[in-house]
Each structure stands twice: as structure tokens, then as C-alpha cells.
């Protein structure tokens, strides 16, 4: 769009360079390869991305070595097999977007392990190989110093949210759920959603306005009181959660 292309205009007299990241999460659904044009500091303009599938037996092979109790051979295949295909969706992205000119990848790997509690995690995949195979510098095992020194695994995400929030009003929060997705919570939106509840509670009227869904709720399948957590998700997920504290039956508060 017009903003992304005034953006990378400005930054061509801005020392950046690109760099592709690599990302097998824990859905084990493929490959996220996603470019970035950055100065290292405070500059992060997203470029192209691309989702590359694994192929339906090779998930099944990663699947039987989650947890890392599978025989070392079987892991240093999988490892091998993972990172040869991690180079061709780098190979199929640059086929795709001959203009990205990318010299380092970052090589996240596939986590098979993680207790940072106990201070143990292990990532699969071979940075060195990688290197040889795409011709490029790779960066790879973000987490094992992190977690060794108490940390959660997680070193480079604030590094990346301070880069995007530079320019942004503060205080900011920004959570970050791993393996489960990411939620933006826009603060003025949760004020005006606990107001309105507050109103209903004071006023007198929440109890009439389960009174009155209870009907509708319940050719749901469901109590009039999950009218609250249903209407709290309409500003955010966080608050939808809490409420459904106060539901007494799990089918209220799983749906």
C-alpha cells in the first residue's frame, strides 16, 4: 500500500538491510518465512511473507520426536530432514520475491522441548547446514542462552516490540501469547467496556439484561449470564476469560 512503499522509501537513506525469518511453530502446520527491512536499532518495516505447508508424513515424523524422548538418530533425521526443507521455502520465497535481497536468515528451528522452569528447552535444525544449502548467513539457537540464565526463551521478542512501539505513545503493554496466537489490546476500548458494565451492575439493570438473554441464551445451550463474557469479548479476549470465572457450569464458560 501507499504508507509501506513511503516507508521503505524513507528508509533507503536509512543504513538497513533485510533479513528473512524462519519459523516452524508448534501447530507443526509448515513454515512461516517472513521478510524484514531493519537498521538493528529502532527501524522494522515488514516486508513479504510466505507460508510453505510440510508435507503430511514429514509432520507426522516431527510429531514423534515432540518432547525429545525419541532416539537421537530419529531426531538428528528429522533435524536434517527439517532443515533441508526450511531451505527450500527460502529457495521458493526468493523465487517468489526476486526483489527482497535478504543476506542473513534468522533460523528459529522447531522446538521439541521446553522447560525454561527447569532450564532446559531444545530446538531441531542445523544453522551451519542451512548456511550451505541457501548460501546465506544464518543466525540460529535464539533460546538455549536465554534460558540458561533464567530467562523465558523469548530474548529477541522485546527487542522487536521496542522497535515497533518506538514512535507510540507510553506506557504500552503488548502480550505476546506463543503457540497460541497474538491479542492487541487497545486500552480505551476496555475502559469503555468495563464502564458500561459498571453502569449495568450499579444501575441495576445486568440482572434484567440476563433475565432477558437467558431466554435467548439458553436455545444456546447456554446460562443468561454468559451474555456478560460473550459481550466483554467484543473489546478483548483477557476480560471475556475472567468473567467466565463466575459461571458455575464448564459448558457456560468453555463456549
Known amino acids: 500500500n501507499s504508507e509501506r512503499m513511503a ?25 512461516d518465512v517472513a521478510a524484514l527491512e531493519t ?8 516486508g513479504p511473507a510466505l507460508t510453505v505447508p510440510y508435507p503430511a508424513a514429514f509432520r507426522e515424523r516431527l ?12 531426531i538428528d533425521a528429522v533435524a536434517a530432514e527439517l532443515t533441508r526443507l526450511h531451505a527450500a521455502a527460502v529457495a521458493e520465497f526468493r523465487a517468489r ?15 521439541i522441548l521446553h522447560e525454561p ?28 542462552a536465554d534460558v540458561a540464565a533464567g530467562g523465558e526463551g523469548a530474548p529477541l521478542a522485546p527487542l522487536y516490540h521496542a522497535a515497533l512501539a518506538a514512535g507510540l505513545a507510553k506506557p504500552l503493554a503488548v502480550l505476546n501469547l506463543g503457540g ?46 454468559a451474555f456478560v463474557p460473550m459481550l466483554s469479548g467484543f473489546a478483548c479476549a483477557v476480560p471475556a476469560i475472567l468473567a467466565t470465572r463466575t459461571l458455575e457450569r464448564k459448558p457456560d464458560r468453555t463456549s
Open 7 to 31: 516507508a521503505m522509501a524513507a528508509s533507503s537513506t536509512i543504513n538497513t538491510r533485510w533479513a528473512l525469518g524462519l519459523m516452524s511453530g508448534t501447530s507443526l502446520d509448515g513454515i
Open 39 to 46: 537498521d538493528g536499532q529502532a527501524r522494522a518495516i515488514a
Open 63 to 74: 510429531r514423534g520426536v515432540l518432547g525429545g524422548a525419541a532416539p537421537e538418530p530419529e
Open 97 to 111: 520475491f526476486p526483489t527482497v535481497h535478504a543476506g542473513l536468515i534468522g533460523f528459529h528451528g522447531h522446538t
Open 117 to 144: 522452569a527447569a532450564r532446559r528447552t531444545r530446538q531441531i535444525g542445523d544453522g551451519a547446514l542451512l548456511a550451505r544449502l541457501t548460501g546465506t548467513e544464518v543466525v540460529a539457537d535464539f533460546r538455549s
Open 180 to 225: 497460541v496466537g497474538n491479542v492487541i489490546v487497545f486500552l480505551p476500548q476496555i475502559l469503555l467496556l468495563f464502564l458500561f458494565v459498571g453502569l449495568l451492575e450499579d444501575s441495576g439493570y445486568m440482572a434484567r439484561v440476563a433475565y432477558l438473554m437467558d431466554r435467548i441464551m439458553r436455545s444456546l445451550g447456554l446460562h443468561g449470564r
